[in-house]
Nanobody, 121 residues
Protein backbone atom coordinates (compact mmCIF):
# COMPACT_ATOMS: atom_id res chain seq x y z
CA UNK A 1 0.00 0.00 0.00
CA UNK A 2 1.35 3.39 -1.06
CA UNK A 3 -0.01 6.76 -0.03
CA UNK A 4 0.78 10.25 -1.28
CA UNK A 5 -0.16 13.02 1.13
CA UNK A 6 -0.16 16.59 -0.12
CA UNK A 7 -0.04 19.79 1.89
CA UNK A 8 0.53 23.50 1.43
CA UNK A 9 -2.44 24.62 -0.64
CA UNK A 10 -4.60 27.60 0.26
CA UNK A 11 -5.76 31.07 -0.66
CA UNK A 12 -3.24 33.69 -1.72
CA UNK A 13 -3.36 37.06 -3.45
CA UNK A 14 -1.98 37.51 -6.94
CA UNK A 15 1.77 37.96 -6.82
CA UNK A 16 2.08 35.83 -3.71
CA UNK A 17 3.77 32.50 -3.12
CA UNK A 18 2.88 29.03 -1.91
CA UNK A 19 4.89 25.88 -1.40
CA UNK A 20 3.26 22.51 -1.96
CA UNK A 21 4.64 19.31 -0.48
CA UNK A 22 3.81 15.70 -1.28
CA UNK A 23 5.17 12.84 0.81
CA UNK A 24 5.04 9.22 -0.28
CA UNK A 25 4.75 6.50 2.35
CA UNK A 26 4.10 2.79 2.60
CA UNK A 27 5.67 0.00 0.62
CA UNK A 28 8.37 1.75 -1.43
CA UNK A 29 11.44 0.16 -2.99
CA UNK A 30 12.38 2.75 -5.59
CA UNK A 31 10.87 6.08 -6.59
CA UNK A 32 11.38 7.26 -10.13
CA UNK A 33 9.74 10.33 -11.64
CA UNK A 34 7.66 12.66 -9.48
CA UNK A 35 5.43 15.44 -10.64
CA UNK A 36 2.63 17.90 -10.16
CA UNK A 37 -0.52 18.25 -12.24
CA UNK A 38 -3.42 20.66 -11.87
CA UNK A 39 -7.04 20.75 -12.87
CA UNK A 40 -9.11 23.90 -13.03
CA UNK A 41 -12.93 23.79 -13.13
CA UNK A 42 -14.15 22.76 -16.56
CA UNK A 43 -10.65 22.00 -17.81
CA UNK A 44 -8.57 18.89 -18.31
CA UNK A 45 -5.85 17.92 -15.90
CA UNK A 46 -2.52 19.28 -17.12
CA UNK A 47 1.12 18.74 -16.28
CA UNK A 48 2.64 21.55 -14.25
CA UNK A 49 6.13 20.22 -13.55
CA UNK A 50 8.00 16.93 -13.30
CA UNK A 51 11.34 15.80 -11.94
CA UNK A 52 13.22 12.61 -12.73
CA UNK A 53 15.13 10.46 -10.27
CA UNK A 54 18.34 12.14 -11.45
CA UNK A 55 16.93 15.62 -10.93
CA UNK A 56 16.10 16.58 -14.51
CA UNK A 57 13.09 18.88 -14.59
CA UNK A 58 10.32 19.73 -17.03
CA UNK A 59 7.82 22.60 -16.76
CA UNK A 60 4.68 23.73 -18.50
CA UNK A 61 5.34 26.90 -20.48
CA UNK A 62 2.76 28.76 -18.38
CA UNK A 63 4.78 28.30 -15.16
CA UNK A 64 8.37 28.51 -16.38
CA UNK A 65 10.34 31.05 -14.40
CA UNK A 66 7.72 31.18 -11.62
CA UNK A 67 7.48 27.61 -10.29
CA UNK A 68 10.28 25.33 -9.11
CA UNK A 69 9.98 21.60 -8.55
CA UNK A 70 12.39 19.79 -6.26
CA UNK A 71 12.60 16.51 -4.39
CA UNK A 72 14.11 15.04 -1.24
CA UNK A 73 14.76 11.38 -1.94
CA UNK A 74 15.57 10.60 1.69
CA UNK A 75 12.09 11.80 2.64
CA UNK A 76 10.32 10.47 -0.48
CA UNK A 77 8.94 13.96 -0.90
CA UNK A 78 8.42 16.27 -3.85
CA UNK A 79 7.92 20.03 -3.55
CA UNK A 80 6.49 22.73 -5.76
CA UNK A 81 7.54 26.29 -4.97
CA UNK A 82 5.09 28.64 -6.64
CA UNK A 83 6.00 32.33 -6.91
CA UNK A 84 4.36 35.26 -8.68
CA UNK A 85 1.05 33.45 -8.60
CA UNK A 86 -1.70 34.51 -10.98
CA UNK A 87 -5.48 34.01 -10.82
CA UNK A 88 -5.17 31.57 -13.72
CA UNK A 89 -3.06 29.31 -11.48
CA UNK A 90 -6.20 28.58 -9.47
CA UNK A 91 -6.82 24.83 -9.56
CA UNK A 92 -6.67 21.61 -7.62
CA UNK A 93 -3.05 20.47 -7.63
CA UNK A 94 -2.25 16.76 -7.66
CA UNK A 95 1.11 15.13 -7.10
CA UNK A 96 2.09 11.83 -8.62
CA UNK A 97 4.98 9.45 -8.57
CA UNK A 98 6.14 6.40 -10.48
CA UNK A 99 7.52 3.83 -8.12
CA UNK A 100 8.37 0.18 -7.58
CA UNK A 101 6.92 -1.17 -4.33
CA UNK A 102 8.85 -4.43 -4.13
CA UNK A 103 12.01 -4.28 -6.26
CA UNK A 104 10.47 -6.80 -8.63
CA UNK A 105 8.26 -4.36 -10.50
CA UNK A 106 6.07 -3.33 -12.08
CA UNK A 107 6.50 0.41 -11.79
CA UNK A 108 3.13 1.94 -11.05
CA UNK A 109 1.88 5.51 -10.96
CA UNK A 110 0.28 6.76 -7.77
CA UNK A 111 -1.68 9.98 -7.21
CA UNK A 112 -2.29 12.22 -4.25
CA UNK A 113 -5.76 13.34 -3.20
CA UNK A 114 -5.29 16.89 -4.46
CA UNK A 115 -4.91 20.24 -2.73
CA UNK A 116 -6.78 23.42 -3.64
CA UNK A 117 -4.83 26.49 -4.67
CA UNK A 118 -6.85 29.68 -5.07
CA UNK A 119 -5.28 32.91 -6.27
CA UNK A 120 -7.37 36.05 -5.84
CA UNK A 121 -6.97 39.10 -8.05
Amino acid sequence: QVQLVESGGGLVQAGGSLRLSCAASGSIFSIYAMGWYRQAPGKQRELVAAISSSGATNYADSVKGRFTISRDNAKSTVYLQMNSLKPEDTAVYYCNTDLDSTGWGPNLRYWGQGTQVTVSS
